[in-house]
């Protein structure tokens, strides 16, 4: 391989060196400020995401050196049957940027992602919201030079629940309707649930929530997030709401935590199936967990969720707990051009 810039030169990152996946940790560390008050990257999560992927999906991750110092980071998401490679990470040290890094890294993007056979290369880049907290523009503006479209459909809205400032279960957790009950689960889904979970992530609860005589359990989606999760350190608090009538898992919601930031949390997936829905379910569900995460982590105090800025039905129930947005994350596309 050719270096992309004189003096750059881009090797692949493996958890195994320990040398340069430290200088990797170190510049994740020294950039945390680059969106002020999100959580500072956990070397568990992040040595662990080297040796596990998202399902159904594979990653590549770089590194660009200079004088044998990791200068800047790259890593490429690859779903599989897809024509899209998703730019993970593209990162350069604060001290080094506008030279060059920035370009070379997102010229080995481009190459990585002709190399596998993808015509569009993605990305994303966080800008303010009006009225919201400063961030830098930079990014985006980085991205608009390099001939970047900003995507078709909404963007996200990032937002955070403060808990040293707002306390949603002041009033305590809504009363169940009639002809449900809640269960509760950690980071690893029981058996009985694990297909109507993947079932309920993967179509947002838009089909059926029966699953079908021939989906395994073990081969689950929920199994393979599972993979990737324990193997990251993350730990994960599930409730789920099922329809007593039918034993159907009518829906669930998601809070997961990595080893390494004790006062941080994920609020993940809330789905609760379409057939279910106006009954108020996705707050009780969300309030409920929350209230279990507290007593099993009592010291976090700062909770992040995104979603699609249409979602309006689900940002209302953020806001109803306290979530106050704080960025709009921006996804970006590229043309690859064919590799010969």
Known sequence: MTDSTPELRFIPLSADDDDTAGQWLQLMAEAADDVPGSAPPCPVDMIGSLRFAPPATALEDWVALRDGQVVGALRIGLPNGAPVARVDQLLVHPKLRRRGIGRALFGRALELAAEHGRTTLAGM???????????????????????????????????????RGHDPLADGVPALPEGYSLVRWGTVTPDAYAVPVSLLEQSLGDTGAEPEPDQEVETSYARAFETMRVGRGRRAYHTGVVHEASGTLAGYTSVSKTTGNPEYALQGMTVVHRGHRGHRLGLLLKLSNLENVLRQEPAVRLLETANAEDNHSMIAVNSAMGFVPQDRWVSWTFGVGSSD
């Open 125 to 163: 880049t966080v800008e303010a919201l009006e009225g919201g907290p400063a961030r830098d523009p930079a990014p985006s503006a980085f991205v608009a030079a390099l001939g970047g479209a900003r995507a078709d459909g909404p963007s996200g809205l990032h937002q955070w629940l403060d808990l």
